[in-house]
């Protein structure tokens, strides 16, 4: 029996000045679980995903990660261990390698082993990211090559839940099944996914577990 990873109790959030997204919303996640969320448009999706890296705070209620209330965590270590994947790709200026090797140079990672060039050129590989060296600059790059670098450097630090909000809708083919291969991979090695996605439902993806967010509620 799978425990859960994420419990989601009493949850109450807002922006100011508009409609509560969330009021007294709760829910759980299983360990190992893919969780795909369904709703309209504006139904909170995106801020759900937001609401448990901690890019954004609850106003009541609680989140909790195998018992332990996120708010009471380190954030550096807490994206460690809870990686977002935005629908844009981030990437700062310099290099490729400065890029992957970004979260490694924060305090709260410091007891991380960074990934050696050889490490992060078969990782590049494996992304289909061909020609791609480390020394050249990231910005430079396609937005499909910059979302595989974004993907790939969460995965650098062997995240236990991986949160994608709509990674693919604006690559190219190749380039959004590379990131969907990447997340039925981490699923198949026990990765918690929670995906956000308008280009397929729940039922059209291998072994995903739909939670309906709709009406400031979260059913599953």
Known sequence: MHSDILTIQGLTFGYPGRDKVFKNASARIRAGELVVLEGPSGAGKSTLLRLLCRLEEPLAGTIAMYGESLAA????????????????????????????????????????????????????????????????????????????????????????????????????????????????????QGVTILLVTHALEAGEIENAVPLRVNGRKLER
């Open 73 to 188: 965590m380190n954030p550096v270590r807490l994206r460690r261990r809870i990686c977002y994947i935005q629908q844009t790709p981030t990437v700062v200026e310099g290099s490729v390698r400065r890029n992957l090797l970004l979260p490694f140079g924060f305090k709260a990672n410091s007891d991380l082993e960074v990934p050696s060039d050889t490490y992060l050129r078969q990782r590049l590989e494996e992304f289909l990211l061909h020609g791609v060296t480390l020394e050249q600059p990231a910005s430079a790059l396609s937005v499909g090559q910059r979302q595989r670098i974004c993907v790939l450097r969460s995965l650098l630090l062997w995240p236990e839940v991986m949160l994608f909000d709509e990674p693919t809708s604006a690559l190219d083919k190749e380039s959004a099944a590379v990131v969907m291969r990447a997340a039925h991979s981490l699923h198949a």
